[in-house]
C-alpha cells in the first residue's frame, strides 16, 4: 500500500490530523491497535480550549459541540475553607467549553468513517522501519494477515505506550519526567453536577475535582495513593468520600447514584524532546504527557497536530521543508508552558504524603496569593483557557 501520510493512532491527535489532511486533499492512512468500540467508551478529558474548538471547526465538525458543547466562564478553587472563583470573563474576556473527549473522537471518527479516507483498527505488531531516509514505512498484522504501508511521512499520535516514540535512537532523544505519588479515581454518573462551574478543591483529606458533562450527567475525580485499586471502590465509598471533600455548601447539592464508569489514572508530567527524527514526527501524548489538574492534555495534542497538518500543508502543497524544520520547535514552547502550568495546579491542588511543614505552608502562600492579587488570578486564567496558538 502507499499514502503520502501514515497515521499511528486513532485518539484525539491522529483522528484530528487525518480529517486537516484529507480536508486539503493529502492522501492519508490510520491506524490503531484498538476497535472503534473500545476508543469510544474511553473516558478522559472534558474541557477544550479554543485553539481545540476551532481545530474541530476547520474540519466542519464542530456542529454537535456548538448546540451540545457548554460554555464555561470560570472555575471554582477551594483551600481548605478559603473559596476563590476565578472569572474567566472578567479577567481576559474569554472562555472554555466543556465538551468530553469521547464526544469529539465520536464526531471526528464519524467523519472519517463517512469519507473515502482508509484507516485499519484492531491491528497488531505495529512497526516502523527507515525513518531516517525518505521512503519510510509502517507494517502490522490484521487478522493474521501482515501488511505494509509505504508513505513519505509517518506519524505517531499512539499515546505514551505507544510504538512511535520508541523508535526513535535514544542518542538523538532527551525525556524529562516527574511521576507524582498519586492517582485520579474518575467516575461518571447520570447525576446532576453539584454546582454549574467546575470545583478543584484542594481539601484535608486530598484533591478533589467536581467537573461535569451536561446538567444531567457529573464527572467527579479524587486523588488516591497508586496502591489503591478500583475494584476496592464501591460507588457508595466514592460518594462518601467525595462528600467529605466538598465544602459544605456544594455537599448539600450532591446527588449520588450508580455510576457508569470508574478508573484510576496515574498523574504524570513528561516531555519527549524533539518530536522530529527524519521522515517521523510525534504528536499529543506519545511525545508528552501532563497531569490532568489543568486540563491541558487533550488541548495540547490539537495544538500539535495543527502545528504540523500547517507543516505538511506546505511541504505537499508548496514543496517547502521549513515549517517540518520547525515543528518540533514550534510546538516545544507551548508544550513547555502546558506542562509548568499543569505542574504548578498539581502541587497548588494535591496533599502530598511527605508534605513537611514549610511545603504545607509555601502551599497556604501560594493560594494566599492568589486570593489577593488579581495579576496571579489573570495569570491563572489565561493559562487555563489556554495560551495563544
Ligand atoms: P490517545 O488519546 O492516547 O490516543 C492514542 C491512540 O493510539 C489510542 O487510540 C491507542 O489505542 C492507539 N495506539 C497505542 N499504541 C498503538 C500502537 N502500537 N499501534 C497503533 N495504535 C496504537 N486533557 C485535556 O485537555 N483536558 C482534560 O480535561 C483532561 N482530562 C483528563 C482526565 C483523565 C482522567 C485522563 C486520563 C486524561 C485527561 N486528559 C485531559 C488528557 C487527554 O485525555 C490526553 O492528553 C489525550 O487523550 C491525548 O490524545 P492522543 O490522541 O495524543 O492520545
Ligand atoms: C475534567 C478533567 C480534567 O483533568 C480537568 O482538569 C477538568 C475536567 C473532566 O474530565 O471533566
Given at each position: 500500500m502507499?499514502?503520502q501520510v501514515?497515521?499511528i493512532?486513532?485518539?484525539?491527535?491522529g483522528?484530528l490530523?487525518?480529517?486537516?489532511l484529507?480536508k486539503?486533499g493529502?492522501?492519508?492512512i490510520?491506524l490503531?491497535?484498538k476497535?472503534?468500540?473500545?476508543?469510544l467508551e474511553r473516558?478522559?478529558?472534558?474541557?477544550l480550549?479554543?485553539?481545540?474548538?476551532?481545530?474541530?471547526e476547520?474540519?466542519?465538525?464542530?456542529a454537535?459541540?456548538?448546540?451540545?458543547g457548554?460554555?464555561?466562564?470560570g472555575?471554582?478553587l477551594?483551600?481548605?475553607?478559603k473559596h476563590l472563583r476565578?472569572?474567566?470573563q472578567?479577567?481576559?474576556n474569554r472562555?472554555?467549553v466543556v465538551?468530553?473527549?469521547?464526544?469529539v473522537t465520536?464526531?471526528?471518527?464519524?467523519?472519517?468513517?463517512?469519507?473515502?479516507?482508509?484507516?485499519f483498527y484492531g491491528?497488531?505488531?505495529v512497526?516502523?522501519?527507515d525513518?531516517?531516509?525518505?521512503?519510510?514505512?509502517?507494517?502490522?498484522e490484521?487478522?493474521g494477515?501482515?501488511k505494509v504501508i509505504?508513505s513519505?511521512?509517518?506519524?505517531?499520535?499512539?499515546?505514551?505506550?505507544?510504538?512511535?516514540r520508541?523508535?526513535?535512537p535514544e542518542?538523538?532523544?532527551k525525556n524529562?519526567?516527574?511521576?507524582y505519588p498519586?492517582?485520579?479515581?474518575g467516575?461518571l454518573?447520570?447525576?446532576?453536577?453539584?454546582a454549574d462551574?467546575?470545583?478543584y478543591?484542594n481539601s484535608?483529606?486530598?484533591f478533589?475535582l467536581s467537573?461535569?458533562r451536561s446538567?444531567?450527567?457529573?464527572?467527579?475525580?479524587l486523588?488516591v495513593?497508586l496502591?489503591e485499586k478500583v475494584?476496592d471502590?464501591?460507588?457508595d465509598?466514592f460518594?462518601e468520600e467525595?462528600?467529605?471533600r466538598?465544602?459544605?455548601?456544594a455537599?448539600?447539592?450532591?446527588v449520588?447514584g450508580?455510576s457508569i464508569?470508574?478508573?484510576?489514572?496515574?498523574?504524570r508530567s513528561?516531555?519527549s524532546?524533539?518530536?522530529?527524527?527524519?521522515?517521523?514526527?510525534l504528536?499529543?501524548?506519545?511525545?508528552h504527557i501532563?497531569?490532568?489538574?489543568g486540563?491541558?492534555g487533550l488541548?495540547l495534542?490539537?495544538?500539535?497536530?495543527?502545528?504540523?497538518?500547517d507543516?505538511?500543508?506546505?511541504y505537499?502543497?508548496?514543496?517547502?521543508?521549513?515549517?517540518?524544520?520547525?515543528?518540533?520547535?514550534?510546538?516545544?514552547?507551548?508544550i513547555?508552558?502546558?506542562?509548568?502550568?499543569s505542574w504548578w495546579?498539581?502541587?497548588?491542588l494535591h496533599?502530598?504524603?511527605?508534605?513537611?511543614p514549610?511545603t504545607?505552608?509555601m502551599q497556604e502562600a501560594?493560594f494566599?496569593?492568589l486570593?489577593?492579587s488579581?495579576?496571579?488570578?489573570?495569570?491563572l486564567?489565561?493559562n487555563?483557557?489556554g495560551l495563544p496558538?
Amino acid at each position: 500500500m502507499q499514502t503520502q501520510v501514515t497515521i499511528i493512532g486513532s485518539g484525539p491527535a491522529g483522528l484530528l490530523l487525518g480529517e486537516l489532511l484529507t480536508k486539503e486533499g493529502i492522501d492519508n492512512i490510520v491506524l490503531d491497535r484498538k476497535d472503534q468500540p473500545y476508543i469510544l467508551e474511553r473516558i478522559r478529558a472534558g474541557i477544550l480550549e479554543s485553539v481545540t474548538v476551532e481545530g474541530l471547526e476547520r474540519v466542519g465538525v464542530a456542529a454537535r459541540l456548538h448546540k451540545e458543547g457548554i460554555p464555561h466562564h470560570g472555575i471554582e478553587l477551594v483551600y481548605d475553607d478559603k473559596h476563590l472563583r476565578i472569572d474567566f470573563q472578567k479577567t481576559i474576556n474569554r472562555y472554555v467549553v466543556v465538551y468530553g473527549q469521547t464526544e469529539v473522537t465520536r464526531d471526528l471518527m464519524e467523519a472519517r468513517n463517512n469519507s473515502s479516507a482508509l484507516s485499519f483498527y484492531g491491528v497488531d505488531d505495529v512497526q516502523i522501519h527507515d525513518i531516517e531516509t525518505e521512503n519510510p514505512s509502517v507494517s502490522f498484522e490484521i487478522n493474521g494477515e501482515k501488511k505494509v504501508i509505504h508513505s513519505r511521512i509517518v506519524v505517531g499520535c499512539d499515546g505514551f505506550h505507544g510504538v512511535s516514540r520508541k523508535a526513535i535512537p535514544e542518542k538523538v532523544q532527551k525525556n524529562y519526567e516527574r511521576v507524582y505519588p498519586f492517582g485520579w479515581l474518575g467516575l461518571l454518573s447520570d447525576t446532576p453536577p453539584v454546582a454549574d462551574e467546575l470545583i478543584y478543591s484542594n481539601s484535608p483529606r486530598g484533591f478533589s475535582l467536581s467537573s461535569q458533562r451536561s446538567a444531567m450527567r457529573s464527572r467527579y475525580y479524587l486523588q488516591v495513593p497508586l496502591t489503591e485499586k478500583v475494584e476496592d471502590w464501591s460507588d457508595d465509598r466514592f460518594w462518601e468520600e467525595l462528600s467529605l471533600r466538598l465544602y459544605p455548601e456544594a455537599r448539600k447539592n450532591l446527588v449520588t447514584g450508580k455510576s457508569i464508569e470508574k478508573s484510576i489514572a496515574p498523574l504524570r508530567s513528561f516531555v519527549s524532546e524533539p518530536l522530529r527524527y527524519g521522515s517521523l514526527f510525534l504528536a499529543g501524548d506519545a511525545a508528552h504527557i501532563v497531569p490532568p489538574t489543568g486540563a491541558k492534555g487533550l488541548n495540547l495534542a490539537a495544538s500539535d497536530v495543527l502545528y504540523l497538518a500547517d507543516a505538511l500543508m506546505e511541504y505537499f502543497i508548496e514543496h517547502r521543508e521549513l515549517g517540518m524544520d520547525h515543528y518540533s520547535e514550534k510546538c516545544l514552547r507551548r508544550i513547555w508552558a502546558g506542562e509548568r502550568f499543569s505542574w504548578w495546579m498539581t502541587k497548588l491542588l494535591h496533599r502530598f504524603d511527605d508534605q513537611d511543614p514549610f511545603t504545607q505552608k509555601m502551599q497556604e502562600a501560594e493560594f494566599n496569593h492568589l486570593m489577593n492579587s488579581e495579576y496571579a488570578i489573570y495569570s491563572l486564567a489565561e493559562n487555563y483557557v489556554g495560551l495563544p496558538h
